[in-house]
């Protein structure tokens, strides 16, 4: 007669896999006793289990200004503005008088803007042939732009210096969306060609 085998089969060994932990900030402790009171209630916890921003803080931030120092020289966390070596905003009563800014990225070596919310929103400009004269010596030394005379939207002067690819320094006085004025030394100006960007105060949480 013929022999048949039993099928043999050999247990695979697997490597232990440790469960996922979860990552993430903790929340706050006054979070979860809300979250505990909520539970014993029956209510369901609130969604984004973002602390409330204390009231004398977000005072002295709506009312009087804010400083901050930034993360120089290493990726900020995510969530985080960039603040650079130090960004100042001084804004009393809610009136946006002076933004001061140190190495922060997109705002050169230093930069100052005075009143910036006085001009109202960024408008695009639009040169005539004396300005695109004038933008055509700005790419290699200088540029000087007054009133109406290189077009529109150039403020009641637009000055940069240096070549296109090393600005020395950028003033620009009653431009849309540069404020009463602004004043940057060295790195590509912010407001002229596109609208200028401005971080978020700090302490609060952002959504």
Known sequence: ?????APTFA???????PPPRPSGPMPSTSYMKEARKNY???????????????????FIIDQLGWISSGHLGRP????????????????PFSIQVC??????????????????????????????????LCDSLGKV???????????????LVSVTVGPQAFRVAT????????????????GQPTGFTEPAVYPNPPWVPVP
């Open 1 to 5: 007669g013929s022999l048949c085998a």
């Open 11 to 17: 247990p695979q060994l697997m490597a232990y896999q």
């Open 40 to 58: 014993t209630a029956g209510k369901e916890p609130a969604l984004d289990g973002a602390p409330k921003q204390n009231a004398v803080v977000q």
């Open 141 to 155: 030394f200088l540029s000087i732009k007054m009133l109406r005379l290189c077009g529109k939207n150039h403020g």
């Open 76 to 91: 900020n966390p995510p969530g985080d503005d960039k603040y650079g070596l130090i960004t100042t905003n001084v804004n």
């Open 99 to 132: 933004y001061t800014s140190t190495f922060r990225h997109g705002d050169g070596l230093a930069k100052c803007v005075c009143f910036k919310n006085l001009t109202g929103e960024f408008k695009e400009s639009e040169n005539n042939a004396f300005g695109d």
């Open 171 to 186: 003033v620009a006085i009653g431009k849309p969306g540069t404020g009463l004025a602004t004043v940057q030394a060295f």
